[in-house]
């Protein structure tokens, strides 16, 4: 992993940025408001933790290994179960961590000074269906157009150029939480392009598995489907890519990491 020094932006010129000393005019590389983005992850934290640990019930592992990250150029990837519900505890988890917390989100004072440098890859046309959506959209998402899929439907259309630069403009402010196989599909392949964004970028991978989710609420993460689920997140040690691996070898070590290798019985 390279040294990326962490950027800052403000709403105040330059010379006049060290005045912001608890910084209410900071924002993000595409404009937003890091203190709206605060306030945003701890209302949609309040809102939802209980459905983590009331209605459901959470387990943890894992967490020592973010303890000692630097606050940018870390890039979690984890299987996919829902739209939502999966990136909202990470984002939970993220603000525990950052106060201290280790493998548990109680209690939820952490929701008092979230974390705001942190972000996650979504689907354009998800994060634009909605009210909700556009709401949890502020809490940091990266909108892309998908190449393969819309719609619930395989299409084949231009990649999205601007993906990739997005994620790295993100990756030099904060932490980045993708789902390399870009669909809820179990043991769907891990598409190329998070390849490359590891080759190009050089980032710290924390791999992450998820479990329980899909059973705990519907696809998108709103509705309960099963009450008292087990839900497992998994924080694994960082990825060990070597610069001279191929696109195909990190694509391979990702779907080994996140555990998503295609078992023999669905072939």
């Not at 933790?49 to 303890?67: D, S």
């Not at 999966?86 to 939820?108: E, H, R, S, Y």
């Not at 952490?110 to 949890?136: C, D, H, N, W």
């Not at 709103?222 to 960082?238: A, C, D, G, Q, S």
Request: net charge positive.
């Amino acid at each position: 992993m390279k040294y990326v020094k962490p950027t800052k932006y403000s709403y105040l010129p330059k010379f006049l940025m060290p005045l912001d000393v608890l910084g209410l005019l900071e924002r993000d590389p595409f404009g937003n408001s890091l203190l709206v983005r605060r306030i945003m992850i701890s209302i949609i934290g309040w809102l939802t933790y209980a459905r983590y640990t009331v209605v459901n019930r959470i387990q943890i592992e894992g967490t020592e290994n973010l303890e000692n990250l630097p606050i940018n150029n870390v890039l979690f990837l984890s299987n996919h179960q829902t739209y939502f519900a999966d990136v909202i505890a990470f984002f939970q988890i993220f603000c525990a961590v950052k106060w201290g917390f280790q493998n548990t989100m109680l209690p939820p004072v952490y929701l008092l000074g979230p974390r705001a440098r942190q972000y996650y890859v979504a689907a354009s046309e998800t994060m634009s269906k909605g009210i909700l959506p556009r709401i949890f959209a502020m809490g940091g998402a990266l909108t892309i157009e998908r190449s393969w899929r819309a719609e619930g439907r395989e299409v084949k259309r231009e990649v999205d150029t601007s993906a990739n630069d997005k994620i790295a403009q993100a990756l030099a402010h904060g932490w980045v939480v993708s789902f390399p196989q870009g669909t809820t599909s179990p043991y769907a392949p891990v598409r190329k392009g998070t390849g490359y964004l590891i080759k190009n970028n050089d980032p710290i991978v924390i791999p992450v598995v998820i479990n329980g989710f899909r059973r705990a609420f519907d696809k998108k993460g709103l509705r309960f489907k099963k009450r008292n689920t087990l839900l497992t997140v998994r924080f694994k040690e960082p990825l060990p890519v070597d610069p001279e691996d191929s696109i195909d070898e990190i694509v391979a070590k990702v779907r080994h990491a996140i555990e998503q290798d295609e078992p023999t019985w669905v072939k």
